[in-house]
């Protein structure tokens, strides 16, 4: 079984930190710390809930001020990176998260305790986000300050750092996943296109990463205001082209007609599907549903078709939900037959539970949605 997210925060970890704490602040208990933060909940915790309670321990040990314990959390940042264990860990590290995502309560100590001091409280997450990501911590200050911190953002959109310029898109996407949502920017979201205006061409494949990812935030609540953005910067670099593409995904599942055709695929064109079967119409938890059909391309031309599947899960209330999965984006000769087989496994993970019972699979061919078959998970 693979090892669960929360355990990232281990003795090993905490050992580390302790002996790093050591070295910035005066008369630093180590055993009271560690005691401390393994306390008799500490298995019972998730990860924010470990997270959060780190925060709070490391709160006791520093100074009572909040300007003072946020300079001794910045030498802190600056010991870590000193040592051959940040290093490590570096090396090892998923950049997307930053350096060291184990020390994202050093952030958090941020949104806890620095609300109200805006000025320190800025500087600081500009300083703890080269080394691991705020785009959590963030979001209270532009909801508490939304002209003040856009204004901010814009500026760090500007950033020699990566990460800075990361998280001026970011933090301020509208529905930032594992994050609270920004109730203004998911009303309206112009203030949030001048940072991307800066970032659509980075040099950085994470900044344009979180670009894309933020009009795909943008596209669920305004989907006018990506279709624009799509048609000024379509055509105008490699960059932006991969970026409106993956930005527009959620449109593009659901069928949107305008992005279809603005990505070059008819949704009036001459294309049916045949011989669909459910190869497994009783499928086992662990096991795949297996599926064929036939793609007829009935043009008298070559033809664009962006082919994806519907899979309406059962959920625990006996309704089903659609998920669209991408079978593929090319170009199908004219008059063309093409046999289609898929897999969709229904191998347990943690991010979805699955319900026995009833299923169904759809065929979508450029937006359109062919006839439901159904299969049984049991």
Known sequence: MAELFKNIYNKHFFDGCAKALKCVLNDFDESLFLSQIFDSEWE???IKQRMRHSTTILKNFLPPDYPSAISKILELINHVRETPYFWAIKQKSDTQYGLSLEYAFL???VEQYGLNDFQTSVKAIEEITQFVSCEGPVRPFIIKYPKEMMAQMLLWS?????????LSSEGCRPRLPWCIAIPSLKENPLPIIPILENLKN???LFVRKSVANNLN???????SVVLDLVKQWQGTSKNCDWIIKHGSRTLLKQGNVTLMEQFGFDTKSEVSIQNFEVLTPIVHIGKSLEFCFTLLNQNKTKTNIRLEYGLYYQKANGTLSKKVYKISEKEYAENSSTQIFRKQSFRQITTR????????VSIIVNGKEFEKYNFTLA
């Open 158 to 166: 500007k950033h020699t750092n990566q990460w800075v310029r990361r």
């Open 353 to 360: 539970k699955f319900h026995l019972g009833l299923h169904q």
């Open 217 to 223: 935030d943008i596209a669920k609540d305004n989907p």
């Open 202 to 204: 980075d040099s950085s």
């Open 44 to 46: 019972n915790r998730e």
């Open 107 to 109: 952030g958090d100590f």
